[in-house]
T-cell receptor, first 114, second 115 residues
């Protein structure tokens, strides 16, 4: 167990659907992140939350909407996605934002948009 | 522009052999460099971290080196095992920022170990 749990592991959705990804961390960390991982490309930072406040939005389209109700839970709400949004979505947490403490990743949600 | 380049993109070796993965970066100012291992279907896991003053760090059969002058790092795997099959990602932090956007990821090297 990584200490960071993501559900669902796999998701197939049509372009008109609305779905949500869930992430939960049991490590007592203060920062949580959403990353997008596409084949043969570096991880792309999407959103950062520190003490449940959004601190970074990396120019992500509005069809992705994050929510952080507390320091242990993070959601990514999806609506009217495009086929190019198909990717592995990784949640991560760390003691503090930035590169001084290691990122602890979940196992990701494999998203396919049809 | 802050960038991290990894080579090779993919590598296949026989079980028991050694291999070395390369990471070149243009990140400035440099803070630290981490190597992550990502098994298929799982999230990345941190293997090693090195700061400016460190030039080598070991974690079992994994040894990372850092040359801050040439801005290069390598990850050497000794006596490879089938469980070493994974993607290895080089990640560099920018000094002076406590921002996640200042963590720069490489594209990774896909390593396959054949029996």
């Amino acid at each position: 167990e990584t200490g960071v749990t993501q559900t669902p592991r796999h998701l197939v959705m049509g372009m008109t659907n609305k779905k949500s990804l869930k992430c939960e961390q049991h490590l007592g960390h203060n920062a949580m992140y959403w990353y997008k991982q596409s084949a043969k490309k570096p991880l792309e930072l999407m959103f950062v939350y520190n003490f449940k406040e959004q601190t970074e939005n990396n120019s992500v389209p509005s069809r992705f909407s994050p929510e952080c109700p507390n320091s242990s839970h993070l959601f990514l709400h999806l609506h009217t996605l495009q086929p190019e949004d198909s990717a592995l979505y990784l949640c991560a947490s760390s003691q503090e934002p930035g590169g001084h403490s290691p990122l602890h990743f979940g196992n990701g949600t494999r998203l396919t948009v049809t | 522009k802050n960038q991290v380049e990894q080579s090779p993109q993919s590598l296949i070796i026989l079980e028991g052999k050694n291999c070395t993965l390369q990471c070149n970066y243009t990140v400035s100012p440099f803070s630290n460099l981490r190597w992550y291992k990502q098994d298929t279907g799982r999230g990345p896991v941190s293997l090693t971290i090195m700061t400016f003053s460190e030039n080598t760090k070991s974690n079992g059969r994994y040894t990372a080196t850092l040359d801050a002058d040439t801005k290069q790092s390598s990850l050497h795997i000794t006596a490879s095992q089938l469980s070493d099959s994974a993607s290895y990602i080089c990640v560099v932090g920018v000094r002076g920022y406590s921002s996640a956007s200042k963590i720069i990821f490489g594209s990774g090297t896909r390593l396959s170990i054949r029996p």
